[in-house]
């Protein structure tokens, strides 16, 4: 029986902690590695990537592509800078395309 593996792809400061709890923390130094990195812990064989959202800002089109296969599932976190709504905005859209319909942030009227 395999145990899945989790990484967390970021700022240095937002993902070391994530070493505590067993998570493999992939660093970004700069916009320009963070597809670097990102393919690199794709193919990793990880379950759940944990991607900051200055990160997922950097490379839209890399989370895209993450969101295709079941696996790895990508889950947008916020950073060292506080959130930038990016987490809540992907949750909506997942949950739009499961669904057909915005049942999380529907505008109370």
């Known amino acids: 029986m395999s145990m899945y593996r ?12 994530f070493r505590a709890l067993g998570v493999d923390a992939f660093i970004v130094k700069s ?23 200055q990160v997922a800002r950097a490379v839209p089109d890399v989370i895209e592509g993450l969101g295709d296969e079941p ?11 506080g959130s930038l709504g990016l987490a809540s905005k992907r949750m909506k859209t997942i949950v739009e395309k499961a669904v057909g319909a915005d049942i999380l942030f529907q505008e109370r009227g």
């Open 71 to 81: 696996l790895p599932a990508v889950l947008i976190i916020p950073g060292v800078g």
């Open 6 to 17: 989790f990484a967390a792809v970021g700022e240095e400061e937002a993902v070391f902690g």
């Open 31 to 53: 916009q320009d590695d963070a597809a670097q990195v990102l393919t690199e812990a794709r193919k990793g064989g990880y379950a759940v990537i944990f991607v900051t959202e």
